[in-house]
T-cell receptor
């Protein structure tokens, strides 16, 4: 069974700070995805990383896929209150496996 | 991408009763997925609903408790039967595209009293 470990579980930071969320596994994934979920909504896909070593940028968010395709990271530069939410990594094909999630709270 | 409409968005139910959650997709899909989520936590897959066949349930979830219907390629329902307070949770339906990227409904927040 493929498992995804996500850390940290909770982050509370001030507006303007930088942060990194990690997603790790002992298994190789063909791709990994990152989702953000706001209260009262379903998760929304942010990005999919496919190639080992790949780096993708989405405005202030930078996503990286490990060379061995077993891990990924999400880095947010100059966090804003609008970044507040639950961040989930996922992978595994047609029956997705989700990480435990990281609750991010950005205070103004 | 896919647009998913899920209803109700929330409900408060008496223990012992049942609630049926509906999920409508704006395109035809082979598989639809039902998840349970405690607020602020990860998603747990309940079952996969395939059109024209019985749903496939994950370990710990049974058809008698969570019956699923899948009458066509754009619609599915999940019923939470004989509810207890432990069933209080967020229930989400989703579909995946060819790249296994998931699209979710807005969720149903269920409170059992």
């Amino acid at each position: 069974t493929q498992l995804l470990e996500q850390s940290p579980q909770f982050l509370s930071i001030q507006e303007g700070e930088n942060l990194t969320v990690y997603c790790n596994s002992s298994s190789v994934f063909s791709s990994l995805q990152w989702y953000r979920q706001e209260p009262g909504e379903g998760p929304v896909l942010l990005v999919t990383v496919v190639t080992g070593g790949e780096v993708k940028k989405l405005k202030r968010l930078t996503f990286q896929f490990g060379d061995a395709r077993k891990d990924s990271s999400l880095h947010i530069t100059a966090a804003q209150p609008g970044d507040t939410g639950l961040y989930l990594c996922a992978g595994g094909g047609n029956k997705l496996v989700f990480g435990a999630g990281t609750i991010l709270r950005v205070k103004s | 991408s896919a647009v998913i409409s899920q209803k109700p968005s929330r409900d408060i139910c008496q223990r012992g009763t049942s609630l049926t959650i509906q999920c409508q997709v704006d395109s035809q899909v082979t598989m639809m997925f039902w998840y349970r989520q405690q607020p602020g936590q990860s998603l747990t897959l309940i079952a996969t609903a395939n059109q024209g066949s019985e749903a496939t349930y994950e370990s710990g979830f049974v058809i008698d408790k969570f019956p699923i219907s899948r009458p066509n390629l754009t619609f599915s329902t999940l019923t939470v039967s004989n509810m207890s307070p432990e069933d209080s949770s967020i229930y989400l339906c989703s579909v995946e595209d060819e790249g296994f990227e998931a699209f979710f409904g807005q969720g149903t927040r269920l409170t059992v009293v």
